[in-house]
């Protein structure tokens, strides 16, 4: 049975030009999983909420064409009505998150179907479970990681049971082991019959799924078995798409054309993009690897002085979660430093006590030799940049211009030199 079906939808939002939907026709099957590959702005997320009348209800604009849920036409219901039906982990997923408790977030939904009380608490515990967050059904949603919030915005709509389930860049923000719990999550809804659309801009993000569908400005552009698709690099790249690496190593490499499978399948085929160099003659060349730590080694020698040193950091939040413990680090004018670690593993709590956003409970940071404690995070933005891991919480402005603008105008700088900088 058809789970959905899309005929000649486009969509214009109000105050645009240029169509999010141009023409769109698709099907997806009961129960197949089905990817939604493009680059940004190419119309993902817009067809995704066309499915549960976010658009045109939320969004308004120029709507046209028609969507049918298991046969039936959607035009004369709301967004409420199909809240059971079909559940949209968003992009913005804090934009889902709103109680004061975790499990108050995953209990909204099945209270407002009406479920009974046993059936909720059974529900939001076993949604809760299935992320990875059943310790931490009690905090509030605002003292969680990144991570974790995505986490808890996905048990939020499994919560609903919905027919339809449509992950939009559902893994952003989560670590790799994360990542694969949620794929293992899929997979396990996929068995189960539940109907499935994958949302990303990163092939490899989409080995779950058995068919993939490429937009491009709001077309489509292209479709059809996974394997194929993810495995067509130049393709991928056509539209805006970083093909999965092993499959971009064997492009650069010249085997053109060579198809072979990426994930789960190549465990079956054998066929991997790697056998598949190997089988073409390429070997690995320990000389340009030793050429290559060589040059590591010189760029290192080559950085200049100490910029920010951290010494003993301790970071304690309200809550008493010491999310910092002795944490000692050392950066040079020059450096390119990662910073990488487990969702919750106190990432972004670092970096903001770099620039002041936070201060420390205990240790210190040093910029330029001098401690940051006392210096105002006004007079730290001069020196320290920090772009937040949810970009939303620093725009503001009713223009892109006025946004860029905002920082210089507030040092000072002449209406020229802001509108250089900008």
Known sequence: ?????????????????????????FTQREGEVVGIIGRAGAGKSSLVLCLNRIIPHFFPGDFTGRVRLFGEDIAGRNTGELAGQVGVVLQDFESQLFSTAADLDVAFGPENLGLPREEISRRVEEALATVGLSGLAGRDPATLSGGQKQRLAFASVLALKPQILCLDEATTDLDPLGKLEVMAVVRKLAEAGTTLILVEHEA??????DRIVVLDQGKLVAEGPAEAILTDAELL????????????????????????????????????????????????????????EAEDKRREQGLGAEVLRVESLVYRYPNGVEALSGVDLRIRQGDFVAIVGQNGSGKTTLVKNLNGLLRPSSGAVFLDGRDLFGRKVAELGREIGFVFQNPDHQIFSPRVFDEVAFGPKNYGLSEQDVAERV
């Open 1 to 25: 049975m058809k789970a959905i079906e899309i005929k000649d939808l486009s969509f214009t939002y109000r105050r645009t030009e240029r169509p999010a939907l141009a023409d769109v026709n």
């Open 204 to 209: 490899e993000e989409l080995q779950p799924a």
């Open 237 to 292: 790249e056509r539209a805006g798409v970083r093909p999965a690496d092993a499959v971009l190593v064997a492009l650069r490499l010249g085997l053109k054309g060579h198809r072979f499978q990426t994930g789960a399948t190549e465990l079956k085929t054998g066929a991997t993009p790697i056998s598949a160099i190997r089988e073409a003659g390429f070997i690995f060349s320990e000389e340009k690897k030793r050429a290559i």
